[in-house]
């Protein structure tokens, strides 16, 4: 996809998604309308179809991967630091599953498109990047709206196959990541498969080991305790799962490219600070 607009800490992309060969994850909250067509996301243990039309958004801590696009696709993505949302103060129904890692879709509104289109032709100076952050916060409040009227959206089961495994694999880490004793084999042999055949097969869906998914998973929840509570670090390096603080401490600047109350200092202090650049708080 090719990007098309990059100025002020946001990035909006615009054109035929392909397909993301491994999982990743990203500090910033992400935006998608799907313009035509369909695509479809892999978000750890269940997957997720974005219709045309519907809003989709989420904090992109948790390891995410694109594993269908339907013939025909066009759509956008507009990246926005978490520093801003957390400065739009959006009410919970939002705010909450946001930063909770959940995934959010919202109702069709027949305004987007040319919203979507004047995003794309402003110029990168300061008055239109106002005007932008005003209709972004708009959006973002109307898609809160959708929230509280909407059930949350359904994850489904991928298909049967490698991709299904892999599935119930993430499923099991996915529950069981605050046990800092958690073997891998133990999970493989819970779904009934031997740990290498485990391993390769996760590793083929999501382009990462299953260590790898649990630390950025475990490391995706710290993020979260760091910036919704006062928790101690030691609290949270025992609440998100890890055995020591020392390995904590080196999961989380790898994932973020700060100490965790560096990280939680910054998305406070830009969030508070209206006027200041908007600049993103983690580290793709």
């Given at each position: 996809m090719e990007a098309v607009w990059a100025h002020f800490g946001f990035h909006?992309?615009?054109?035929?998604?392909?397909?993301?060969?491994?999982?990743?994850?990203?500090?910033e909250i992400e935006?998608?309308?799907?313009?035509?067509?369909?695509?479809?996301?892999?978000?750890?243990?269940?997957?997720?179809?974005?219709?045309?039309?519907q809003p989709f958004v989420f904090w992109g801590v948790r390891p995410h991967r694109v594993v269908r696009v339907a013939p025909g696709t066009r759509m956008v993505v507009l990246t926005v630091p978490l520093a801003t949302v957390l400065r739009f103060a959006l009410p919970a129904a939002l705010a909450e599953p946001l930063l909770r890692g959940e995934p959010v879709l919202g109702e069709t509104d027949p305004g987007d498109p040319a919203l979507l289109d004047r995003w794309l032709r402003d110029p990168a100076d300061p008055e239109h990047r106002a005007a932008f952050e005003l209709e972004l916060h708009a959006r973002l409040r109307r898609l809160?709206?959708?929230?509280?009227?909407?059930?949350?959206?359904?994850?489904?089961?991928?298909?049967?196959?490698?991709?299904?495994?892999a599935a119930r694999l993430a499923e099991s880490?996915?529950?069981?990541?605050?046990?800092?004793?958690?073997?891998?084999?133990?999970?493989?042999?819970?779904?009934?498969?031997?740990?290498?055949?485990?391993?390769?097969?996760?590793?083929?869906?999501?382009?990462?080991?299953?260590?790898?998914?649990?630390?950025?998973?475990r490391v995706a929840h710290a993020q979260r305790l760091l910036l919704v509570t006062d928790q101690p670090v030691l609290d949270i390096a025992a609440e998100a799962g890890f055995g020591s603080v020392s390995r904590f401490y080196v999961a989380f600047r790898d994932a973020t490219g700060f100490t965790p109350l560096q990280y939680r200092r910054r998305t406070r202090d830009v969030s508070s600070e209206p006027t200041r650049e908007s600049r993103a708080p983690g580290v793709r």
């Open positions: 909006l992309h615009q054109g035929e998604p392909g397909l993301m060969t491994e999982a990743h994850r990203h500090g935006l998608n309308f799907v313009r035509e067509g369909e695509v479809e996301y892999l978000f750890g243990p269940g997957a997720l179809a974005l219709p045309a039309g809160a709206l959708d929230t509280r009227r909407a059930p949350h959206p359904t994850m489904r089961a991928p298909p049967r196959g490698a991709a299904g495994l880490l996915v529950a069981r990541y605050a046990d800092p004793t958690l073997g891998l084999g133990g999970v493989a042999r819970d779904v009934g498969v031997h740990p290498n055949y485990a391993a390769a097969v996760f590793r083929e869906v999501f382009g990462l080991s299953m260590n790898a998914f649990l630390t950025q998973y």
